[in-house]
């Protein structure tokens, strides 16, 4: 496989001369880039010019054309990566980038035809149209890869096989329901599918996932005027950052809960407007459904209490709204409780202060948790902190305002989006601290696009600061969290594909009982080691097997395939690599299995 974006991005890197530039430099000028030119759009843009005004129709439907075009670009080139049996190509890049550039465009331009109800019908369904596509895209992995073998597989095993549900085999967080196997062996059973590894239903619940998302934050804005010309960026406020929703959280049941906890977030902050308790009631059971699906929802609560305190502060608080945050917070507690949820907050907030505390023994204070990130070319290691600049930059500004007194009672909005910026900024650092960058920082960064919502409800959002969030998407679209096969080395998207998952489980059925049994309760001193050939790493689909092989057909007691791992037969390759020469036991070509009789 031909990995030409990692090529192009290292060429221009080397030429720019960003190749031997420290990663935390090139993070923090990139972060001062977007903060000092979002500043400046917004405090020097000059007021009383509408897209009406400036607006050519010859240029604005040539601009909808384009949109068009590109989307239907995106597609094809998708449709010939999948039928040539590889991921996103370099022309699927090249298309999304074209849609997110005319998107940008067409918002800057969105008055232009609001007297034309023809041309009105036919902007918006370009809209949707590339908007859809968007989503289709990420989430069509699932059908490339053509297997879905990740660690909850573990809990879909159980429950499709058992025909009901004890506790989860994944993890304990996931013991009270754990909603993506749920939905999963549903279809399953709907479709009339045997195949509890098969990609499709997995693929369906990603898709439809974002496109609930989609719609409901396409019908906020849409209620608000001020908003409208921000209708055709919503895909490019989704993913303002790596780990936001649309391209970093796609793996299940990160991708259902966040979805879910932001669509209840949505209709909490709708209900604010229309005093609607029947939005609060749908909202706390989307609340609900993503607490059991991933303690990710707490991100929810922590924005909630600051809308609810900055109400407070300017004397609008409801007696509907602190019921609702006390039952969903009731709600968390006690899943936190009921499940091990406990231990995995103890346990990351334990390695976090550990990491303070030892981060002056260290040459460098920022320890990424992925070592990947040290490897990505610059360009798209930018994307990680460009989003934060724009967030800084939208949060002085409307500090500025509220000084000098330029907004008319926009405390508690303001307030808002000052705490979030605050607290996603101190979350971020203390997580880089303590190498768990991606427990603490998904949740937060999944609720980026909020801000600029907020923002874009008391101020008009300047052309320049669209072009801004524009560029953070594509540089978004540039990382291997979006595009991991253009890529040499694994970052957030490692899942299986259905070769590698193929010969894992040529390997599994070839393992004797009494070795794994042995293996298992520490009584062998034999150990066999994985050696991938292969340049792409990808998963091998090993936590369900571990299920589907050894703990559902009893040949280890296990609880979890966690309980497995450290104890079970395979591990990754250690010491020279001279050593994978000799003592062959399987060699595919791409994964080479190698033995050992001492013990490590």
Known sequence: MDNMLESLLRHIDSALGLSNLPTLSWLLYVMAFFFIFTCLSELLKKPGISSHEEGKRIFYLLVLFSLGFCSLLSLSAFAVSYLSGHFYSFHVVLGLIAQMVFSSFLSMLWRASVH????????????HLSAIIIIFLISARWLIRGVDAEETSADTLNIYYNGNFQYSMHAGWYDLAPVDSIIKVILLRVCGNDDPFSPFETFLISFMSGLFLYILVYVYVKSRRSLNPLLPLIPAMLMLHPYAFLPGAYITPTNIATALALASLILFLHSIQNRSRAQLMFSRILFIT???????????????????????????????????????????????VYTATIYGIVSIWNSIVNGIFQAWERE??????????LRLPKIPLASFSASLGIIGGMAVVILLSMLRRYLNNPRWLGLSIIFFVGFTGLSSLLGSLGGQSRYIFVPFASLFFLVVLFYGEVRNVSRALKALITLAAILTMLTPNFMPDQYSFPMAAKISDRTMFEISRSLFEKLDPHFVINRFQGTSNMKLYIDQQSEFIRNMGGAGLIVDKLILNGIVKARSYWDFLGRGPFDAIEGDREYSMNNIVWDSGLVKVVSSWVNP
């Open 364 to 373: 460098s204070v920022i320890v990424f948790r992925n070592v990947g990130y």
């Open 290 to 336: 993503s607490l059991f699906a991933h303690p990710f929802s707490i991100s929810v609560l922590i924005f909630i209490a600051a809308c609810l305190l900055a109400k407070y502060a300017d004397g609008f608080m409801r007696s509907h709204d602190v019921l609702f945050f006390t039952s969903t917070l009731t709600l968390w507690l006690a899943k936190t």
């Open 116 to 127: 034309d109800k023809k041309l009105e019908s036919a902007k918006r369904f370009i809209v």
